[in-house]
C-alpha cells in the first residue's frame, strides 16, 4: 500500500515538472518527487515483522528480524543530497528573477 | 494542452513503474525476510569480516563496529567513504549558494518579527541547540546521528534569524568550523590507512555494544559530521537571508 502511495506522489511530481514553467513550482516538484522516490526505497526495505534496526533493551540480539538498514542508509544520503539540490536551485531562481523580473521560464525568451 | 500532454506523460511514467513493479517485488506486498547472504544481512549481524555470532546488547565486547543502531554503522563504518562523498556534496551546494547569493546587489527590506516569537526563541535556542548536540553524540545508540543533529542545529539558528531581524551569525567563525571538521574527517580516515591499511577503517577498539564510548570512530565521525552539516546548512540560511535583506 504504501508502494502505491509513494508511486503516486512521483507521479504527482513528475507532473508538476512538466506542467508548468514556473521555476519555483518545478522545484516543488521535484521535492514531491524526491519523497515519493524516498518513501519507495524505505518501503523495498521493510520486511514483515521486522524491528528498526537499532540494537535496544527491547531488541537486544541480532538474531531477530531486523528491516533493511542499508536502504534508510541511502534514504539518508538521498535527503541530503536533496536539500543542497533545492538550496541551489532556490538561489539559481533568484537570480533568474533578478535578470529577467520573472520567476516563468516562457517569459524569459531567447536572446536578450 | 500542455496540461493534459503534462498529466498524459505522467500517468503513462506511472503506468510503466506500476507494471515493472508489481512484476518484479509485488506492489502490495513486504519481504518476509531478508535475504541469507544479501549485504544487509551482514550488516545486521556484524560478520562481514568472518562470523562472530550472535550480537547482544549491553554485552558483547570488541564486536566488528560495535554500534547499537545498524543504520549509524553502514553510514559512519562500513560505507564511510560514501559519507565523506555525501558531505562533500553538501559542501559544494553551500559553496554554489554562497557565491551566487554574495553577488546579488545591496539594498535593504526589513521585516518585523512577533514579540511572542523574539521573547521564545531566548527560551528555545539553548534547549534546540543541546537536543542537537545530544542527538548526534548519541547517534550511534538512538535513532538520528551528525545529519539531523546538524539540521537542528542550523534550525536553531533559523530561529535566531526569524526572531531578531538584526541578527546576523558570524558566517566567517562558520566557514572555519566547516572547513576544521571536513578536514578531520580525511585526517582520520589518513589515520586509518596508516594504522588498519585502508581509508576509514575502525581502528579503534569498539568497547561494548550499546555504551556510549563504544563504536570505535563511529562516535568521533557523527561528531565531524554534525559540526560540519550544522555549520553548513547555517551558512546557507545565512546566505539566504542576506540575500533577502539585498535585493
Known sequence: ?112 | MKRVFAGLLAVAFGVVLLLGISASTGLFSYNEELLDDSAASHYIAKDVNGDTGEIIFGETMDAETGSANMVTSVIANYRSFDTLGEVTVLFLAALGVSLLAGSMDKGRKRRKSGFILKVSSGILFPLMLVTGIYIFTHGHLTPGGGFPGGSMIASSFLLLYLADENFRANVRGFKIAEGIAGTLYVVLGIIGLLAGGYFLINFLPTGVVGNLFSGGIIPIVYVIIGLKVGSEITGIITDMFNEEVKA
Open chain 1, 1 to 112: 500500500m504504501i508502494k502505491f502511495a509513494s508511486l503516486l506522489l512521483i507521479v504527482i511530481g513528475l507532473y508538476g515538472i512538466l506542467s508548468t514553467r514556473n521555476v519555483i513550482k518545478i522545484l516543488v516538484g521535484i521535492n514531491v518527487m524526491e519523497i515519493g522516490i524516498n518513501i519507495f526505497i524505505i518501503a523495498i526495505g521493510f520486511v514483515n515483522g521486522g524491528a528498526a534496526p537499532i540494537l535496544s533493551v527491547d531488541n537486544p540480539g541480532s538474531l531477530l528480524k531486523f528491516v533493511d538498514p542499508v536502504a534508510q542508509a541511502l534514504v539518508l544520503t538521498s535527503i541530503v543530497i536533496g536539500l543542497g539540490v533545492t538550496a541551489l536551485g532556490l538561489v539559481f531562481a533568484r537570480k533568474i528573477h533578478k535578470k529577467h523580473g520573472t520567476y516563468d521560464l516562457s517569459e524569459i525568451g531567447g536572446e536578450s
